[in-house]
């Protein structure tokens, strides 16, 4: 099971990849499209999103699992 998924751009397109996983799950002309679906990947498995720009750097991530910094109250 991974660990984490990530919303990335490469070679024109958009994809979702698991963690150490050398192939796309799936790709997608859009971000709001490849985002959706690794929320979906995130929620079924329970594992961290993370959501990359362009340029590669970390735009957004979201906890579907243990979150290790939950909330108080």
């Known amino acids: ?5 990530h ?3 490469s070679q024109g397109e958009w994809k979702v990849r698991r963690e150490g ?9 859009t971000k709001s499209d490849a985002v959706e679906y690794g929320k979906k990947i995130g929620r079924e498995n329970r594992v961290e999103l993370y959501i ?4 590669g750097r970390i735009s957004g991530r979201n906890s579907y699992g243990n979150d290790p910094f939950p909330p108080r109250g």
Do not use: G, I, W
């Open 21 to 29: 996983s050398l192939r796309a799950t799936k790709v997608f002309e």
């Open 52 to 55: 990359h720009k362009m340029d």
């Open 7 to 9: 919303v990335v751009y």
């Open 1 to 5: 099971m991974p660990r984490s998924v």
